[in-house]
């Protein structure tokens, strides 16, 4: 198929961009890397006044470490993430996840910026940016203001970023106490859109005890989860199988899965709990150095 009829603009500038979306209103859509827009628009899923094509602001492509903060630009492409010794050094837990996104010829377009805004409760960059902790930097005609990603996801393929607004950026805090991390994933084939994922930072004192959590689970929900019982749970302990299977009951208790045509929800929920175990003990073997459980 092809889209509806649509007025097409190209700015050069970021204020050009912003002085468009103030005008178009909610008949503007920004087109990044297209990875989703495209297609929707293709099956008429989406019909849009115009789209404004943001790929010359080359600006608001970059990754680079300042005060304190790793801070993405909104254009960064995907593939750029993957391949960043920054991103490799300052959030692993980012460099493990892009992989599972799609496909590299996916990758080579899409944009983190993109990802966030189209708010795919599967999806892997808003929950790993989550999991970190992430702020969205959203600017507009009128201003700049910055939301944590706690709140900026809204609903399913809905943020905080309004009409008349663009996500230049996300930042995120660059912890210098060392952690473990994971991330897990099951989709039918590689590439494919997820069923589960679950994303796990984890620190431990010199005893091998928990000393901070943070576990988010995507495809359970409308937003990606952030579990905050498993944290309560596990700290100041020392991880045991019995203490995974523990948490991974008492984090399904904090998700509502819908069944479709791929898995039922307790199919779904079952997947929730083999991942986030797999997660959580992964995380924690890296923070603690260690092969095994005690």
């Given amino acids: 198929m092809k889209p509806a009829p649509f007025d097409y603009y190209r700015p050069d500038t970021l204020e050009e961009a912003l002085e468009l979306l103030a005008q178009h209103g909610s008949e503007g859509k920004l087109l990044a890397g297209g990875q989703s827009l495209l297609p929707i628009l293709n099956m008429r899923l989406s019909v849009q006044g115009c789209l404004i094509d943001i790929n010359h602001l080359k600006d608001l492509a970059y990754i680079r470490l300042e005060d304190g903060w790793l801070h993405i630009g909104a254009l960064t ?24 996104i799609g496909h590299v010829q996916t990758r080579n377009r899409g944009t983190v910026g993109g990802s966030l805004v189209h708010a795919d409760p599967t ?8 999991a970190l902790d992430g702020v969205a930097v959203i600017e507009s005609a009128e201003g700049k203001r910055e939301v ?18 663009l996500l230049t950026e996300v930042k995120i805090p660059v912890n210098t106490v060392p952690r473990g991390y994971a991330f897990t994933e099951f989709s039918r084939r590689h590439g494919d859109f997820a069923m589960v994922d679950a994303g796990c930072v984890l620190g431990v004192d010199p ?14 929900d409308a937003v990606p989860v952030v579990v905050d019982s498993v944290a309560e749970l596990l700290q100041g302990q020392k991880l045991s199988e019995s203490l995974l299977d523990e948490l991974s009951l008492l984090a ?3 998700i509502d899965p819908e069944g479709d045509l791929h898995g039922s929800r307790e199919y779904r929920m079952n997947l929730a709990r083999v991942y986030v175990k797999k997660a959580v003990r992964t995380a924690y073997l890296r923070a603690s150095g260690r092969e095994e459980l005690e």
């Fill in 77 to 100: 492409r995907q593939r750029d993430l993957e391949k960043s010794d920054l991103v490799r050094a300052h959030a692993p837990l980012i460099a493990e996840a892009v992989p599972f």
């Fill in 148 to 165: 944590a990603l706690q709140d900026f996801f809204v609903t399913y393929l809905t943020t905080d970023v309004a009409t008349d607004e």
């Fill in 252 to 254: 399904c208790d904090n």
């Fill in 123 to 130: 999806a892997e960059l808003p929950l790993s940016f989550l």
């Fill in 207 to 220: 005893d091998h005890r928990v000393t901070s959590t943070r576990l988010v689970i995507g495809g359970v």
